[in-house]
Antibody, heavy 117, light 107 residues
Framework: EVQLVESGGGLVQPGRSLKLSCLAS????????MNWIRQAPGKGLEWVASISSSSSYIYYADTVKGRFTISRDNAKNTLYLQMTSLRSEDTALYYCARLTTVATDYWGQGVMVTVSS | DIQMTQSPSVLSASVGDRVTLNCKAS??????LNWYQQKLGEAPKLLIY???NLQTGIPSRFSGSGSGTDYTLTISSLQPEDVATYFCFQHNSWPLTFGSGTKLEIK
C-alpha cells in the first residue's frame, strides 16, 4: 500500500525557515517523481514544486521560486521541502504527492504550516 | 502560465441525476488534464487522468472527455458519497495549474 507521511510543519514567524519531510513507503521511491502541493485554509490547490526520480529535473511555482527548495534522499525514501523567508501567504496545508508520467496519483494527508507573528 | 477555469463553482443536484462539471484552459493543453475529488477533511483523490482514463478503483459512473481547451467531468448517476469539491489539473506545461474547483452538493 502506497503511503506518504508528511512531517515538520508548525507555527513559524514571518521571515523564518522551516523544513518539511515526506516519508514514502509501499512503492519504489527512487522510480518516481514527487510533488509538493499546498492548500490555504478554505482555498483551492496550488502546485508548489516537482522533482524527478533522480533529482535531475526540478520545477517551482513562481510564488516560491528562490525561497523554497525541493530535494530528496532516495536511500531514505524521503522527500523534503526547505522553506525560507516565509510569508503569511505561505500558510497552508502542504501535501506531498507521487508523480507518474500521467498523473499525480497518491497524496499524503498533509502537514500544516502557519506563518504568523 | 496556463489558467484553468472551472464552472460552475457550486452545483446542486439530486441523487440519480447526471451531472457535468466543466474546465476550460487558457490555451491548448493537449488532453493532459486530470480530475481530482476532494471530500471534506481529506486529501484529493485522482479520478481521471489524461482527459478520459479512469483511475483504478474509481466507479464507472465517473467519466471524462474533452480536447484542446475544453474538458468535462461527468457523473452519470449522482450518489450521496459524491458530495465533494472537484478540481481539474493541467500537466501539459510548467507551471502545473489547478482549477479553482466545483463544489458538488446534493439537493
Amino acid at each position: 500500500e502506497v503511503q506518504l507521511v508528511e512531517s515538520g510543519g508548525g507555527l513559524v514567524q514571518p521571515g523564518r525557515s522551516l523544513k518539511l519531510s515526506c516519508l514514502a513507503s509501499g512503492f519504489t521511491f527512487s522510480n518516481y517523481g514527487m510533488n509538493w502541493i499546498r492548500q490555504a485554509p478554505g482555498k483551492g490547490l496550488e502546485w508548489v514544486a516537482s522533482i524527478s526520480s533522480s533529482s535531475s529535473y526540478i520545477y517551482y511555482a513562481d510564488t516560491v521560486k528562490g525561497r523554497f527548495t525541493i530535494s530528496r534522499d532516495n536511500a531514505k525514501n524521503t522527500l523534503y521541502l526547505q522553506m525560507t523567508s516565509l510569508r503569511s501567504e505561505d500558510t497552508a496545508l502542504y501535501y506531498c504527492a507521487r508523480l507518474t508520467t500521467v498523473a499525480t496519483d497518491y497524496w499524503g494527508q498533509g502537514v500544516m504550516v502557519t506563518v504568523s507573528s | 502560465d496556463i489558467q484553468m477555469t472551472q464552472s460552475p463553482s457550486v452545483l446542486s443536484a439530486s441523487v440519480g441525476d447526471r451531472v457535468t462539471l466543466n474546465c476550460k484552459a487558457s490555451q491548448n493543453i493537449n488532453k493532459y488534464l486530470n480530475w481530482y475529488q476532494q471530500k471534506l477533511g481529506e486529501a484529493p483523490k485522482l479520478l481521471i487522468y489524461n482527459t478520459n482514463n479512469l483511475q483504478t478503483g474509481i466507479p464507472s459512473r465517473f467519466s471524462g472527455s474533452g480536447s484542446g481547451t475544453d474538458y468535462t467531468l461527468t457523473i452519470s448517476s449522482l450518489q450521496p458519497e459524491d458530495v465533494a469539491t472537484y478540481f481539474c489539473f493541467q500537466h501539459n506545461s510548467w507551471p502545473l495549474t489547478f482549477g479553482s474547483g466545483t463544489k458538488l452538493e446534493i439537493k
